[in-house]
């Protein structure tokens, strides 16, 4: 999501994109059952483009690796012991340069 908005399904290997106005935006992420929401804070210039990797969250990698080992029980447990992560939500979003950029998305399409 972008300020509240839904503009497209992230999955691996896709990007996605929005044209937005000069201000300040919020980056926005929920995944279904997953007990956390990811939200960034960005502030966005004229006539500049802005590249954000998502990556696994800490929070989300510690989950599913208590999931992994508990089962649902593993998950339930780990929830509430990362409950006070500083990113509560699955991704992080890492700011790219438009240099880092170019390779990632060369290699990426267009989500649907």
């Given at each position: 999501m972008l300020d509240g908005q839904p503009?497209?399904?992230?999955?691996?290997?896709?990007?996605?994109?929005?044209?937005r106005?000069?201000?300040?935006h919020?980056?926005?992420?929920d995944w279904d059952l997953f007990p956390g929401v990811t939200r960034q804070d960005v502030t966005l210039a004229a006539g500049r483009?802005?590249?954000?990797q998502a990556?696994?969250?800490?929070?989300?990698?510690?989950?599913?690796?208590?999931?992994?080992?508990?089962?649902?029980?593993?998950?339930?447990v780990g929830a509430a012991v990362t409950?006070?992560?500083g990113n509560t939500g699955p991704l992080?979003?890492?700011?790219?340069?438009?240099?880092a950029a170019t390779v990632p998305m060369s290699e990426a399409r267009l989500a649907e």
């Open positions: 503009f497209g399904s992230l999955k691996n290997g896709t990007y996605v994109y929005a044209d106005p000069t201000g300040r919020q980056l926005q992420c483009t802005y590249f954000f990556r696994m969250s800490e929070r989300a990698k510690k989950l599913m690796a208590a999931q992994a080992v508990g089962g649902l029980a593993g998950f339930a409950s006070g992560d992080d979003f890492v700011p790219l340069d438009a240099a």
